[in-house]
């Protein structure tokens, strides 16, 4: 089974509320990570979780609260997100990079998030 | 540092006829090269990789690419297209070997549009 599972598939949230994004795998993989696409991008890159740890975070803004509870979860806290957050947000995984090795990355379908 | 650039924004073909997406990289390190591809409001899936065994790699749905190093090159290409190969590609390096702790690099994407 390579599935990445995204959950909600749409989420439209006003400015003073909060929300989670949801994550999952059952491949094993000890490498999880958050991806934001806006429309007609290349996915770029939010958090990077490895064995459960925070080993990236490419300078993003509080209001976007990553959590990893087990090694199969993966969840993304929202407070008080701005509309420029309005995008699709890709969850994925792979076995693992701390070894040097290059895995490649499976990824989830993604939550449509819409922020009014 | 890595980076990759693909050199077409928008590729139309007829559909039965060949397809060639092209994609240049450069990296510090010997790179793992991936192409993705991204069906509207979709996640990603992974069509090949490349991780320094054979040049000519073999992927889903009839897609292969070959590494070229003296190139910085690494084009994918199909020999018929189909109506369902419409969609966005995206070539992605990551370093190989290099602690891989940058997460994947993603070129900018090339459109694939298939004429009747």
């Known amino acids: 089974d390579t599935e990445v599972t995204q959950t909600p598939k749409h989420l439209v949230m006003g400015m003073t509320n909060k929300k989670s994004l949801k994550c999952e795998q059952h491949m094993g993989h000890r490498a999880m990570y958050w991806y934001k696409q806006k429309a007609k991008k290349p996915p770029e890159l939010m958090f990077v979780?490895?064995?459960?740890?925070?080993?990236i975070n490419e300078s993003v803004p509080s209001r976007f609260s990553p959590e990893c509870p087990n090694s199969s979860l993966l969840n993304l806290h929202l407070h008080a997100l701005q509309p420029e957050d309005s995008a699709l947000y890709l969850c994925?995984?792979?076995?693992?990079?701390?070894?040097?090795?290059?895995?490649?990355?499976?990824f989830g379908p993604g939550t449509r998030l819409t922020v009014t | 540092a890595q980076s990759v650039t693909q050199l077409d924004s928008h590729v139309s073909v007829s559909e039965g006829t060949p397809v060639l997406l092209r994609c240049n990289y450069s990296s510090s390190y010997s790179p793992s090269l991936f192409w993705y591809v991204q069906h509207p409001n979709k996640g990603l899936q992974l069509l090949l990789k490349y991780t320094s065994a054979a040049t000519l790699v073999k992927g889903i749905n009839g897609f292969e690419a070959e590494f070229k190093k003296s190139e910085t090159s690494f084009h994918l290409t199909k020999p018929s297209a189909h109506m369902s190969d419409a969609a966005e590609y995206f070539c992605v390096v990551r370093p190989f070997g290099g602690g891989g702790a940058d997460g994947l690099t993603f070129g900018k994407g090339t459109h694939l549009i298939i004429q009747p």
């Open positions: 994925a995984s792979s076995q693992d990079f701390s070894s040097g090795q290059s895995y490649e990355q499976y």
């Open positions: 979780y490895s064995y459960e740890k925070l080993s």
